[in-house]
Structure formats: C-alpha cells, structure tokens
C-alpha cells in the first residue's frame, strides 16, 4: 500500500513557475510507476506526465509537452513536477497517482489504471 500526500500549489501569474512534489509512504515506492493528472472543475481528471519506477522513462501529454518535467528522487519517496511558463488553462487540482509495479514500461494514462491517489493540491494560474 501508498499514502500520497501532494504539495507546492498555489497561486502563480502566467508565465511563471511552480514545482509540485508528492511524498509517499512505503518502502516499496521505488518500484511504482508514477503519475500526475489534473482536474479543471466542470472537466474530466486528465493525465499530465508519467515516470517510470527508475526514473528511466517519460511520458507527457501534448499539452505540456516542453514545459512540464517529472522527475523522482527514490532515496526521498518523493515525485516532482515542475511546471514552467505557465498558463491560464493550466489552472486546476493536480494529483499525484501510483501505478501497481511492473518493472517494465508501459504509457499508461487513463486514470483507472492507477491505483493509488493523494489529496490533490490547487493550481490557480492567473492572466
């Protein structure tokens, strides 16, 4: 089992930049794929990035391809994504999720297939 706690929301101007982390519990952590979704209100939960359990392998979403990067420190439990030039449609409750081990790569970006959620944390992106 994973406890994800997510921090590093808040309010930022457009063009600016944030880093979210997600601190987990377990000390099998090491061995999950990881991902960040987001929510817009009104809007389905929709995937952001996907790193792998070693770090090795990336995947992004179109739309943030080029100014979001995931990345994870193993040693702390913990999964990053920062978040650069950043805009207005950017806005919206950012989740970290954790995908059952497979040791193996494969993108995986429907939000069912995880397993594992925190809390979310707020992202208000302002014009």
């Known amino acids: 089992q994973v406890q994800l706690v997510e921090s590093g929301g808040g309010l930022v101007q457009a063009r600016g930049s944030l880093r979210l982390s997600c601190a987990a519990s377990?000390?099998?952590?090491?061995?999950?794929?990881m991902g960040w979704f987001r929510q817009a209100p009104g809007k389905e939960r929709a995937f952001v990035a996907q790193i792998s359990w070693n770090g090795g392998n990336t995947h992004y979403a179109d739309s943030v391809k080029g100014r979001f990067t995931i990345s994870r420190d193993n040693a702390k439990n913990t999964v990053y994504l920062q978040m650069n030039s950043l805009k207005p449609e950017d806005t919206a409750v950012y989740y970290c999720a954790a995908d059952t081990p497979l040791f193996l790569w494969v993108v995986v970006t429907t939000p069912n297939e995880y397993d594992y959620w925190g809390q979310g944390t707020q992202v208000t992106v302002s014009s």
């Open positions: 377990g000390r099998t952590f090491s061995s999950y794929t």
